[in-house]
């Protein structure tokens, strides 16, 4: 198969008349490119997540989120082949996906392209961090014949609401049934302290005979 003779050669395809020229020469520059690092080797050029709002605190990378906020990631990655850094572009009907982990992924969803330049191609996706604190991994691991792997994971923090993100009660209408009720309870707790403390004690008979 790699010789000389079948690397020019002419074959004819069963049923057909003309002849056509083999790929064997095709074949084994893919394979020593392939076997050499020639072709096939992901770069990854940067990555990137970041709070979808805008902001002063809007950072590029930060160590810690809040739960549901909506968030942003991107990878930038270029492939080698045949002497220099071209876009990667993920193969049809395949994927290219991040998990959003922690014991267990609890998003996988899959980056699309986003920006293209000479020599990357750069995947973003877009979610809303679920309602559960704790320690997490933006995480791409992208495992395929014939390239190289690809594993990326960043660690971050996500925390509950602080005390003074959550709405106030007057905001939500549902609670304005529990507030009347405090307030009703606590002036009708007032007014009762008031009676008592200003009521004078009803005269029994045995105060009457010392009077």
Known sequence: MLSDK????????VGEKNSVKTSNREFAKAVSGWTFGEIGVLRVNWVEHH?????????????????????TYSISLSEYSWGKYIPFTVPENDELQLEFSMLSPFHRLKLNPT???????????????P??????????????P???????????????FAHDEWPRSFVIS????????????????????AIWLYSAPPTTGESKKKQ
């Open 51 to 71: 709070l979808n709002e805008e902001g002063a605190g809007n950072a590029s990378n930060p160590k810690i989120y809040r739960i549901k906020n909506d968030v």
């Open 146 to 160: 014939f390239l190289s792997n690809v594993f990326e994971k960043n660690t971050v923090s996500v925390r509950h």
């Open 6 to 13: 079948w690397f020019d050669a002419k074959v004819k395809k």
């Open 174 to 193: 549902g609670a304005w049934p529990w507030i009347a009720g405090i307030g009703v309870t606590v002036t009708g707790w007032l007014a009762f302290c």
């Open 115 to 129: 920006i293209s330049s000479e020599d990357s191609t750069t995947y973003s996706v877009s979610f809303k961090l």
């Open 131 to 144: 309602d559960q604190h704790g320690i997490f991994n933006f995480l791409v691991n992208y495992k395929r």
